[in-house]
């Protein structure tokens, strides 16, 4: 769990995980403020499980999964964000799940809010330069959230890093996650990455995670241009540097744009 300045909703991800069947939480704790460090610190006196290492800056997504993920000893890796919750038996059934399909295998849980309703992200389609075109002039075509839901884990090719079970060994083998995204784009980078070295990526819609979403005290601006940045970053890495100049005004487009409407 990678958390910089979430805010409340960050106590309640952690006791989901504690209350679960984990034998340990790694938190990268990327300078949360004061108050914050000392509950936690205060929490880990008391439970063993609970192990915090401090990066004292904000790193990024990808970078302090992969350094929470080398602290870690599990043979499974969790991936959760710091405002999800997991629910009761999580854990069992994602890792289980991984067993089934091969290796590197990527197996993502559905995300919901409060309501019970599934989000958007928990599944999703091939990010390509067609996919990509289509979502941001708003005419969908990347994400499968409003598909109906499959009664067992079904083959996808994109799921969520905001709660995302690999193996350490299908991890390593993939050498984690790619430290040039930032924020976002990098569980879609992960995902491509494991099916093209004949792995899978799964989608297990038995497991339903409570994800707050938008939690930290960054700017939603300044967060919007990590993702568009991320998604250049994507397509010059998997499309080359001809999708990546083509896309790269669409994106900065759609991120304008998103932002004059919100207010952002």
């Known amino acids: 769990m990678v958390s910089y300045r ?20 790694v938190l990268v704790d990327h300078d949360n403020p004061p108050e914050t460090r000392t509950r936690m610190d205060e929490l880990a006196a008391i439970e063993p499980r609970l192990k915090i290492v401090r990066t004292n800056e904000n790193l990024g997504f990808s970078k302090g999964c992969n350094i929470g993920a080398r602290a870690a000893s599990g043979a499974c890796l969790l991936f959760l964000n710091p405002d999800a919750v997991l629910p009761e038996g999580a854990i069992a059934r994602l890792a289980e799940t991984a067993t089934a399909f091969p290796e590197p295998v990527v197996v993502g849980a559905r995300l919901v809010d409060e309501e019970g309703v599934e989000q958007r992200g928990g599944r999703r389609g091939a990010l390509t330069f067609l996919s990509a075109s289509r979502s941001f002039a708003g005419l969908g075509g990347f994400d499968r ?98 999708q990546a100049a083509l896309i790269a005004p669409l994106v900065h487009g759609a991120v304008g744009l998103r932002r004059v409407l919100t207010g952002g």
């Open 145 to 242: 959230s409003r598909e109906p839901l499959p009664g067992t884990a079904v083959e996808v090719p994109t799921v969520s890093g905001a709660a995302m079970l690999m193996t350490r060994a299908g991890f390593q083998a993939l050498g984690g996650f790619d430290e040039d995204y930032f924020l976002h784009v990098e569980d879609i980078d992960l995902c491509a990455r494991a099916r093209k070295a004949g792995g899978a990526v799964v989608f297990e819609p038995r497991v339903s995670v409570t994800h707050a979403g938008a939690t930290s005290e960054v700017s939603s601006a300044q967060v919007e241009r990590w993702k568009a940045e991320s998604f250049v970053t994507y397509f010059r890495k998997h499309g080359g540097p001809l």
């Open 6 to 25: 979430t805010g409340p909703v960050l106590f309640d991800a952690v006791a989901s995980v504690l209350a679960s069947e984990a034998d340990e939480l």
